[in-house]
């Protein structure tokens, strides 16, 4: 594998350095990467909230939308 130097990465341009971190973080598994404590229980606590009261709940089709509408 050829060896990739700070000065060949620089020279990459915007779209070839973001594909090449989206190949990196792919190549990882998820005993690679384990969450944090703190953060598993954070989505831990949010989960339960969430499963306790629905009702704040957005779908992801409303999320969608409202993205489309400010990248517009």
């Given at each position: 594998?050829?060896?990739?130097?700070?000065?060949?990465?620089?020279?990459?341009?915007?779209?070839?350095?973001?594909?090449?971190?989206?190949?990196?973080?792919?190549s990882?598994?998820?005993?690679?990467?384990?969450?944090?404590?703190?953060?598993?229980?954070?989505?831990?606590?949010?989960?339960a909230?969430?499963?306790?009261?629905?009702?704040?709940?957005?779908?992801?089709?409303?999320?969608?939308?409202?993205?489309?509408?400010?990248?517009?």
């Open positions: 594998m050829p060896t990739l130097t700070e000065t060949a990465i620089a020279e990459l341009s915007t779209q070839e350095r973001l594909s090449l971190i989206a190949a990196l973080w792919d990882l598994t998820d005993a690679q990467t384990p969450l944090p404590e703190a953060q598993r229980a954070e989505l831990e606590r949010r989960l909230h969430f499963e306790d009261d629905r009702s704040g709940a957005v779908s992801w089709e409303n999320i969608k939308a409202e993205l489309r509408a400010r990248s517009s």
